[in-house]
Structure formats: structure tokens, C-alpha cells
């Protein structure tokens, strides 16, 4: 896929165990397969644990750093009272997954993300994915939750067929069924 001029390139992910073998490389190969040779990547925990962040950000480096062929990568990990600054310097955006309502909670104070995220790659892996979509179905919390609405689709991350008849009773049309370690890719 070409990259767009000027466009927002968003890859979603439908989740996955970090650390584990070459099911993850295609998605931080696509993440990286458009950018320039030095790459700023933010990247964003807000759906974590605070002892989680640690732990996920040496997971997350290693597998960009894994996947970068010679590209040059400096990471920021994203903090809430300085994001708007971080964002502006990113050409990444990875947005973690965990809990969407709580990474939820955080990103719709930005009223303006939509604007904030032009022209930049933009991960979303399961929560992330989640939190970027009309609305979404959580296998945690067994219910259907409205995201930003940046992209206009309904999503079901981690899918297997046996959601299927609660799912799709509870989400409306257009719904992007993503099983663990697969992606797709939207323009914007």
C-alpha cells in the first residue's frame, strides 16, 4: 500500500501476547514500512497498569527494534501532561493495548486527536484498535462501548467465531472482526 500525501496511515491490530515468536514481526514491519530513516516513535500506555509500562515498553522496543531493517528509531513513552508536545514530534503512534475504557478515558480529553494525528502512522493494538473506532465490543467487560469515532467502523478485537451471535446482536453494521495477530490497514 502507498502511502497517502499528507494522509493518516492506521494499522489495527486484533491484540496479541507480547513477547512470543514471529506472529507480531508483520505488524511492526507494516508500522515501519513507510517512514523515513530516522523514525520518533510515542509510544502510548495509557491503557496499562502503572507496573505494567516498564515491562510493556522493553517488549515493545525490542520488537521495533527487531523489525526496523536500518532505520534509526528514538521512542518517547507517552505522559498525559505533555502529550500534546509529544505528539507533535511523533511520527509514530503506537497505542498499546489493556483496558479501553481506561485508555478511553484518557485520549477523549484531546478533543482535537483527530487533527493531532494527521499525517502520522498511527498502531492501534487491541485496546488501541478499539479506542479509534465508532464503537467496540469488550470480551472483558461482555458489552458494546462507543471509541472516538476517528475511524468509522465498529471493531471486535481478539475475535473468535464463538462471539459472533453476541456480537452481533449488540454492534451495528460495518464491524471489523480482528482476531489476536491479525491487522488491517485504513487510510484517512
Not at 486484533?14 to 514491519?29: H, L, T, V, W
Not at 497498569?49 to 525490542?62: A, L, P, Q, S, T
Not at 497505542?95 to 482535537?112: A, C, I, M, P, Y
Request: charged residues 25%; hydrophobic residues 35%; aromatic residues 12%.
Amino acid at each position: 500500500m502507498t502511502r497517502k500525501l499528507g494522509g493518516t496511515k492506521f494499522i489495527l491490530h486484533g491484540g496479541f501476547n507480547p513477547g512470543e515468536g514471529s506472529e507480531n514481526d508483520a505488524f511492526f514491519q507494516e508500522i515501519l514500512k513507510s517512514v523515513p530513516q530516522k523514525v520518533d516513535i510515542l509510544l502510548v500506555y495509557f491503557a496499562k497498569e502503572e507496573n505494567r509500562v516498564d515491562i510493556n515498553r522493553k517488549e515493545d522496543v525490542e520488537q521495533f527494534e527487531k523489525n526496523k531493517g536500518n532505520k534509526i528509531l528514538s521512542f518517547q513513552t507517552a505522559n498525559e501532561e505533555i502529550f500534546r508536545n509529544q505528539m507533535k514530534k511523533a511520527d509514530i503512534v503506537y497505542l498499546h493495548g489493556g483496558l479501553s475504557t481506561k485508555l478511553l478515558s484518557v485520549l477523549e480529553k484531546f478533543t482535537d486527536l483527530d487533527e493531532m494525528f494527521k499525517g502520522k502512522i498511527v498502531a492501534g493494538d487491541s485496546a488501541g484498535a478499539n479506542v479509534l473506532c465508532k464503537s467496540f465490543y469488550s470480551e472483558i467487560s461482555k458489552g458494546v462501548f462507543n471509541g472516538l469515532g476517528i475511524l468509522p467502523l465498529n471493531i471486535v478485537c481478539h475475535y473468535t467465531p464463538t462471539h459472533l451471535g453476541t456480537i452481533s446482536r449488540n454492534l451495528d453494521s460495518d464491524v471489523l472482526y480482528l482476531p489476536s495477530y491479525e491487522y488491517k490497514v485504513y487510510w484517512k
